[in-house]
């Protein structure tokens, strides 16, 4: 016994020494570790109706999770940390990642999923860990689809040398250079990024809206007296991998309403002059980052990632242990056990998964099949990505559509591009489904719902229909449009012809955009002036809107833009507007063309909807009929013209009655003999209006 | 219960060593058949020095095992098999020599069998002979006392000659170039051609002429000629488009390789089978330096399958979205070049004719090793 004891005993000296260095290189060590925050949600909708079943990240891209893209990329960016952040079916995404490769002593760092189920934006689960307080320093942020190579020790690198200098430097976006019609940029969602040309801080950042065809980006005029290089630019794939500092979760916490990473965060803090953080960005232009981030994406992603410009993260390197890969001139990646027909053609760009037999006649042609699939006789398949375990029957035609697992393909159907067919649909023979049909068997309540147009006689499964989504975003039925799997020529030659009336329009427009820009040239020369020429020009805005008969949304907007533009209160808004109206008004009662009456009915009804706009609460109808009266005073006429207005808003719901009653009695309304005399006629008015009121109640 | 609980730790340990291994050979974070060799034999050492056998065939099967998995992660790194299959042979010839200074037919059982009478025969007979041989002999238990030390001092050696390859095939430039001889190399990533070159030009004068081999290797010519440069010899960088223009004026080309196979052919990188046809045409020599553990002994049956394709962005740029769209882009890494083409193999064994290389591999493996 002695003896051992004594062993152990020496045991534990000497095991406890390198213990002791390993703390101190620990510590030492601190600065360089890194952590990841992963976003496993990407609270959105486009990949419904299959993620009504399984969550985004762990959709399959070339046959293995696309989650395992991202762990892969953090592994060769040397994280050391891994949190994800789970939302949406987090029980799934724990499961995959408790069973994965990651979970082992030999993944190459540690993995944490933290629940947020209330975050409904990226904004909410920040906050969320900013409360949980689980970032201790700089960390990585990407979100759970991403495909990326970039070796990211250099990324880093000028990142934390940023840092050390200056504290401010909070975020460095990593952005991959791509022509602006590039297949791997997500359309519908790009943005303008300017740069200063030798630092590459970002001075400012904007969302493009391709529906409203924006023409015009407005910038601080400071900007370029900081900065003596600016580049403007969308030539980027922004793909969400940023390196944050402990300091953006707090922001946004101190900024409860940012939601979006970028166009919230990102933009408000650029425009923000009281922050005074910097943000910087990293331009990629030799590996490849991407996000699948839209259907459009996933389709263009897999095609990158099949002709192995994501190389080493090929669909041959077996990402997973079971994979058994191997790659094949043409881009053909074949695994084991498959089964091929001798007469059947497989072509270039095709990934095969295991246990797949593909009968005689059938060709396929850059396509993605999965694994244990049976593929009939004279089966026709392009460019499609057809999942595991699905049966597709002789004869089929698949083009362009993602087919996912366990699904049935009848024989002799066909499956136009664009097309969904999610998990266990069975479409019965002869069945054609169209590219815009998303279908579906999945009814959250153990329910069954057959669409027998659409699957047909025997099939199983409906159209699936998005419609929560439909109000909330305004842009939803641009990004629906465009990020389909298919972005079809019809849609790209309708914005192309949106494109050229865009340009007419402009055409149309030039003369008076160059006023107003000769306007704001003016008020930069002569700051005093501003108000008046906002007024002036915010009059004259309104009259050409009447005499050129515009309709009322630009009017609306061009005041808006004017007001934003000059920081003008809505007070001068209101007051410029009324000077139009009433001035338009007096004109048509003193040429005589119409009676006060009927004057101010045909402009107020037109245009009265304007001060819907303008005019909120009681306050802001007290001011505005102020400004009524004191317009009307100089007008001919003025006090009927003043009833008729005061009575037509009325009926317009624009002014309430207590609005009017407080007005009245203010001393404001009654402060010198003009505007005694011009509202000579309101008590009658007011008579009426209470004794109407009090009818109505006695009733 | 302690010592086994260790011994668990230890084995989750290697485990997790050997699954961080493949995942990094699976990135290509480790690359070149050096790094990969070396690597290997570093592997192979803590997996002998942890492992627990009662009969040496037990150890021969794991070790298979173990080199199926490496060669499953990256098949086109074949240094990683040859490594493997070398600790292999040194294990089977500890057990054979132990086995002979015991029972005294160690020589019988030699595989080195090369006349016509063994041709119908096949490994697996090999196997099962040595294995109910062995069986027979009943000298399980000695055995194993007796052989580890030796084969972790094997491959202690191995890692030894693994790093000191360089050397002794650099010592073999000043019979290969002549004073004032004009060298071409394609093989710019070589350390071996580099080290060739650089310890020649202690006693020679001569020109090289690096080929840029683009697109892969372009940053690491423009180093490699640097680092010429700085030594003295006279350097010059060309485009891969010039090599036949000036290939007359060639004196030698010297190339590095990635792998050399059983019949002499080799991997090297791309473009090295156009410049080598070319050296053919002008009858210009072709010399390749490599070390022994570059030789594999698989034959060329589908060259494809061998071959390395990297990243299609460094032939196209990814940025130019009108082209990735309509174009298929392949960039393969490394070219077959035919043992036709080769004229000498300098080794660390001495140079040898790329016919010869049959007789290396059935040197250095066992012929039952040949599939893993």
Request: glycine content about 6%; proline content about 3%; aromatic content about 6%.
């Amino acid at each position: 016994m002695g003896p051992k004891k004594g062993g152990q005993g020496n045991k534990a000296k000497v095991s406890k020494q390198p213990s002791q260095q390993n703390t101190t290189q620990d510590e030492t060590n601190q600065d360089e570790r890194l952590q990841a925050i992963v976003l496993s949600d990407s609270y959105q909708t486009r990949f419904q109706p299959l993620t009504l079943e399984t969550p985004r990240c762990l959709l399959p891209l070339c046959n293995t999770a696309l989650l395992e893209y991202t762990f892969e990329f953090l592994a060769l960016a040397g994280v050391s940390e891994v949190i994800v952040v789970c939302c949406a079916h987090a029980d799934q995404i724990q499961e995959y990642i408790a069973h994965s490769r990651w979970s082992n002593p030999s993944s190459p760092f540690t993995i944490e999923t933290v629940l947020s189920p209330e975050s409904v934006s990226v904004g909410d689960a920040m906050r969320d860990l900013d409360a949980k307080g689980l970032i201790t320093s700089d960390f990585l942020l990407v979100s759970g689809d991403i495909v990326c190579n970039v070796p990211f020790d250099k990324v880093l690198a000028a990142h934390r040398e940023r840092r050390a200098k200056d504290k401010n430097a909070i975020m460095t976006m990593v952005l991959r250079e791509a022509s602006p019609l590039h297949r791997t940029r997500a359309r519908a969602e790009s943005a303008i990024f300017v740069l200063d040309e030798q630092t590459n801080q970002c001075v400012h950042y904007e969302e493009i809206k391709t529906r409203k065809h924006m023409q015009q980006i407005s910038l601080d005029p400071e900007i370029f007296n900081k900065h003596t290089d600016l580049a403007i630019r969308n030539d980027f794939i922004d793909c969400h991998i940023d390196i944050c500092s402990p300091d953006v979760p707090a922001l946004f916490t101190e900024n409860f309403d940012y939601n979006h990473i970028r166009k919230d965060f990102v933009h408000g803090i650029l425009t923000s002059d009281l922050l005074g953080k910097t943000i910087f960005a990293h331009i990629v232009t030799d590996n490849y980052a991407a996000r699948v981030r839209s259907l459009q994406t996933y389709d263009a992603v897999s095609k990158d990632v099949i002709s192995r410009w994501t190389y080493p993260i090929t669909p041959d390197s077996n990402l997973l242990a079971d994979q058994t890969f191997q790659y094949q001139r043409g881009h053909i990646y074949k695994e084991e056990d498959i089964v091929l027909a001798r007469s059947c053609r497989i072509n270039s760009c095709t990934v095969i998964g295991a246990g797949t037999a593909v009968d005689d006649g059938t060709v396929i042609t850059g396509s993605v099949i999965g694994r244990r699939c049976k593929i009939g006789k004279n089966v026709s398949i392009t460019g499609a990505y057809i999942w595991d375990d699905v049966t597709i029957e002789d004869d089929a035609i698949i083009e362009s559509a993602i087919i996912a697992n366990g699904a049935v393909i009848g024989a002799s159907s066909r499956v136009a591009p664009g097309a969904i067919v999610s998990y266990n649909v069975k479409i019965d023979r002869n069945v054609v489904v169209d590219g815009n049909k998303r279908l579906t068997r999945y009814l959250g309540d153990g329910l069954k719902k057959v669409d027998k147009d659409a699957v047909g006689e025997h099939g199983d499964g409906y159209v699936y229909e998005d419609d929560s989504e439909a109000e909330e975003d305004d842009d939803y039925e641009e990004i629906v449009n465009s990020s389909g799997l298919v972005y079809n020529m019809a849609s790209l030659n309708a914005s192309d012809t949106s494109f050229s009336t865009a340009s007419a329009d402009q055409m149309h427009r030039k003369p008076r955009r160059r006023r107003v820009s000769t306007a704001s040239s003016n008020t930069m020369a002569s700051e005093d002036s501003d108000e008046d020429s906002f007024l002036r020009e915010a009059q004259a805005s309104v009259e050409r809107a009447i005499a050129e008969n515009h309709d009322l949304d630009i009017a609306a907007l061009e005041l808006g833009t004017l007001r934003m533009a000059k920081n003008a209160h809505f007070h001068d808004v209101r007051a410029a507007t009324i000077a139009a109206l009433i001035g338009r008004i007096s004109h048509l009662v003193n040429s005589n063309t119409l009676k006060a009456r009927a004057a101010v009915e045909s402009v107020l009804n037109q245009w009265g909807p304007l001060f819907r706009r303008q005019v909120f609460d009681q306050a802001d109808q007290i001011d505005f009929l102020l400004l009524v009266q004191r317009d009307c005073t100089r007008r001919m006429q003025g006090s009927s013209i003043l009833l008729h207005a005061i009575n037509c808003l009325y009926d317009q719901d624009i002014l309430e009655e207590d609005a009017i009653l407080t007005w009245w009695q203010d001393p404001q309304s009654k402060e010198d003999a003009d505007m005694v005399k011009v509202g000579e006629l309101v008590p009658r008015w007011l008579e009426w209006l209470t004794t109407a009121e009090e009818e109505s109640d006695s009733e | 219960m302690l010592a086994t609980g260790a011994h668990i730790t230890k084995e989750k340990d290697l485990n997790a060593h050997i699954e961080g291994f493949v995942a990094q050979l699976k990135r290509r974070q480790i690359q070149g058949s050096y790094n990969v060799a070396l690597a290997t034999a570093q592997l192979l050492l803590r997996v002998v020095s942890a492992a627990r056998w009662t009969h040496i065939d037990q150890l021969v099967t794991q070790i298979k095992i173990l080199g199926k998995r490496l060669q499953g992660a990256q098949p086109r790194e074949l240094a990683c098999g040859n490594i493997i299959r070398r600790v292999l042979a040194l294990i089977r010839e500890e057990s054979e020599d132990t086995n002979g200074s015991e029972s005294g037919d160690g020589v019988a059982n030699s595989p080195l069998i090369t006349s016509m009478f063994s041709l119908l025969s096949t490994n697996d007979e090999y196997g099962a002979n040595r294995l109910s041989q062995s069986l027979m002999d009943g000298t399980g238990k000695s055995i194993k006392k007796d052989l580890k030390p030796y084969i972790i001092e094997g491959i202690q050696e191995l890692i030894d000659e693994l790093r000191n390859i360089d050397e002794s095939i650099a010592s073999m430039g000043v019979e290969m170039i002549h004073e004032n001889e004009t060298i071409l190399t394609p093989t710019p990533n070589s350390k071996t051609v580099l080290k060739f070159l650089l310890r020649t030009a202690q006693k020679r004068k001569f020109t090289v002429l690096v080929v840029e081999v683009f697109p892969n290797d372009v940053e690491k010519t423009h180093e490699f000629a640097l680092k010429l440069a700085e030594a003295g010899i006279e350097t010059t960088v060309i485009t891969d488009a010039m090599v036949y223009s000036i290939m007359g004026r060639v004196g030698k080309v010297v190339l590095g390789t990635h792998a050399v196979l059983a019949n002499g052919g080799l991997l090297a990188s791309a473009g090295a089978a156009m410049i080598c046809q070319c050296a053919n045409v002008h009858r210009t020599p072709v010399v390749v330096c490599t070390g022994l553990y570059k030789l594999s002994p698989m034959y060329p049956f589908d060259v494809e399958s061998l071959i390395e394709v990297g990243d299609t962005g460094k032939v196209l740029a990814f940025e130019d979205g009108s082209l990735v769209d309509k174009v298929n882009v392949v960039n393969p890494l490394y070219d077959y070049v035919p043992p036709e083409s080769v004229d000498l193999c300098i080794t660390n064994m001495g140079g040898y004719s790329p016919s010869f290389m049959y007789r290396l591999v059935l040197d250095h493996y066992r012929q039952e090793d040949a599939t893993l």
